[in-house]
């Protein structure tokens, strides 16, 4: 989910993927593998949140509704 909103918030942006880790002061490898779906640190999301004036929170939406299922499973 999240690494198809970051896609397309940077293409929308007009933004490299060199462009955003300089701005989040992150490789460019890593944003890379971030925008491929690894989860990032909370501090690199909200990094990337405030760049692409997205909500950093959603790195962390699917993480938090499995724990709400397994706690009422």
Same mark, same amino acid.
């Given at each position: 989910m999240f690494p198809e909103i970051l896609k397309e918030q940077r293409k929308a942006l007009k933004l490299s993927h060199e462009q955003v880790s300089n701005m989040v002061g992150i490789e460019r490898s890593?944003?890379?593998? =971030?925008? /491929?779906?690894?989860k990032p640190s909370v501090k690199? $999301?909200? $990094? =990337?949140g405030k760049a692409l004036s997205i909500d950093w929170t959603i790195f962390? =939406?699917? =993480?938090? $509704?499995? /724990? $709400?299922?397994?706690k009422t499973a």
């Open positions: 890593y944003y890379t593998k =971030i925008e /491929n779906g690894l690199v $999301a909200q $990094a =990337i962390f =939406i699917e =993480i938090c $509704a499995k /724990n $709400a299922h397994s």
